[in-house]
Nanobody, 115 residues
Framework: QVQLVESGGGLVQPGGSLRLSCAASGSAFRTYVMAWYRQVAGKERELVALITPGGSTNYASSVKGRFSISRDNGQNTVYLQMNSLKPEDTAVYYC?????????WGKGTLVTVSS
């Protein structure tokens, strides 16, 4: 079992920045592909960014150039640095990883971008 706990959400003005954190349990964190998803009420959950064990990254086109995903294997933590935030980035952000048999999610953290 892997437990994921997100933090760092909140209210921010358009153009502002936030950094989300996701702390993961388990001793095999460095072998996990870690991802951030987001979901708006009434819409499907969408992939925002992912990072492989080797540090390769991939981003949704809507956030490329504004968001950055990183990981600290010593702290079992993955981060999402969000800059130049827009109102359309408002969503609940979820941390995710998968094993062969399971798909693990955190409870999410709410990000609201509004003036």
């Amino acid at each position: 079992q892997v437990q994921l706990v997100e933090s760092g959400g909140g209210l921010v003005q358009p153009g502002g920045s936030l950094r989300l954190s996701c702390a993961a349990s388990g001793s095999a964190f460095r072998t996990y592909v870690m991802a951030w998803y987001r979901q708006v009420a009434g819409k499907e959950r969408e992939l925002v960014a992912l990072i492989t064990p080797g540090g390769s990254t991939n981003y949704a086109s809507s956030v490329k150039g504004r968001f950055s995903i990183s990981r600290d294997n010593g702290q079992n933590t993955v981060y999402l640095q969000m800059n130049s935030l827009k109102p359309e980035d408002t969503a609940v952000y979820y941390c995710n990883t998968k094993s062969v048999v399971n798909n693990y999610w955190g409870k999410g953290t709410l990000v609201t971008v509004s003036s």
